[in-house]
């Protein structure tokens, strides 16, 4: 499975942007996917994850902000972020692993490059 992220950038506290993972190597349905996030010296934190039967879970640092979605079996993986504050703030990054159990503690075994988001004050 190969993932690219795209659609970081540079906003304003308050803000918003819309990340994209292109996935191709596998068939999305089968998969859960997650959105993970990393700031230089800290552990990597779990944002969302979206089951290949559309359960979705949240960090609770991020409820009612940001949404985790995708249009349809062949469309991207999304990340809209909403309300961003400094503390958002990270490199993201799409993650994927098969079926089975999905939530941000599970092992996922396909990441990409990820896509840099900052946000000032």
């Known amino acids: 499975v190969q993932l690219v992220e795209s659609g970081g950038g540079s906003v304003q506290a308050g803000g918003s942007l819309k990340l994209s993972c292109e996935v191709s190597g596998s068939t999305f349905d089968s998969m859960c996917m997650a959105w993970f996030r990393q700031t230089p010296g800290k552990e990597r934190e779990g944002v969302a994850s979206r089951s290949n039967f559309g359960v979705i879970k949240y960090a609770d640092s991020v409820k009612g902000r940001f949404g985790i979605s995708r249009d349809n079996a062949k469309s991207p993986l999304y990340l809209q972020m909403t309300n961003l504050k400094p503390e958002d703030t990270a490199m993201y990054y799409c993650?994927?692993?098969?079926?089975?159990?999905?939530?941000?503690?599970?092992?996922?075994?396909?990441w990409g490059q990820g896509t840099q988001v900052t946000v000032s004050s």
């Open positions: 993650a994927a692993k098969g079926s089975g159990d999905c939530y941000l503690g599970s092992n996922f075994n396909s």
